[in-house]
């Protein structure tokens, strides 16, 4: 059974720095890519990044490029998102989910999602 | 304010078809990207219903069905149950945004 466990949201004051982790079990791990996800109320779901299965490629949305950086450990399972320079646009639910394949590209989709890490950012 | 336009919600009695939209233009579904479906139920993690425009996950009834023409595409939901009150969404690619992007959800509410 696939699983995917976010962890390392919580509370950070404009202008701070967080660092989201993803533990994966059920399926391997360094066949697939993977990507995070944003779901706010206001702005509904919102693709963030996505690495390839190799770590050699990774893509971010214009929202966070330049802030954010996404890394994996294909060893440990586990997929990273390191947040800096937070601001308020960028609370919500972030869901880490497993794609259809080893590459990021313009058909792949997220076959299974993690229940996500909340962060907000507030003073 | 989402990529893909979906209907914020839209309602059908137990046993009646629904059917849900998701708009995009000629960025998106209009250039041929293929369309995929989540739906979410409460509290839970969203869930793969729909791949490839019409395909169908190993799990997923065949009550349910996509289609994608022009720049829109659908999700039809047959024999509603109660079960199948959750919010859905629509998602493809983008070539303007380089990105994948999402319909704003619509909320499903079997009477």
């Known amino acids: 059974e696939v699983q995917l466990l976010e962890s390392g949201g919580g509370l950070i004051q404009p202008g701070g720095s967080l660092r989201l982790s993803c533990a994966a079990s059920g399926f391997n791990f360094r066949d697939f890519a993977m990507a995070w996800i944003r779901q706010t109320p206001g702005k509904g779901l919102e693709w963030v990044s996505a690495i390839s299965a190799a770590g050699d490629s990774t893509y971010y949305a214009d929202s966070v490029k330049g802030r954010f950086t996404i890394s994996r450990d294909n060893f440990r399972r586990t997929v990273h998102l390191q947040m800096n320079s937070l601001g308020a646009a960028d609370s919500g639910v972030f869901h880490c989910?497993?794609?259809?394949?080893?590459?990021?590209?313009?058909?792949?989709?997220?076959?299974?999602w993690g229940q996500g890490s909340l962060v907000t950012v507030s003073s | 304010q989402s990529v893909l336009t979906q209907p914020p919600s839209v309602s059908g009695a137990p046993g009646q078809r629904v059917t849900i939209s998701c708009s995009g233009n000629s960025s998106n579904i209009g250039s041929g990207y293929d369309v995929h479906w989540y739906q979410r139920l409460p509290g839970a993690a969203p869930k793969l219903l729909i791949y490839?425009?019409?395909h169908r996950p190993s799990g997923v009834p065949d009550r349910v069905s996509g289609s994608r023409s022009g720049i829109s595409a659908s999700l039809a939901i047959t024999g509603l149950q109660a079960e199948d009150e959750a919010e859905y969404f629509c998602q493809s690619y983008d070539s303007s945004l380089s990105a994948s992007v999402f319909g704003g959800g619509t909320q499903l509410t079997v009477l």
């Open positions: 989910a497993k794609t259809s394949g080893g590459y990021v590209t313009s058909f792949y989709y997220f076959e299974f």
């Open positions: 490839l425009n019409t």
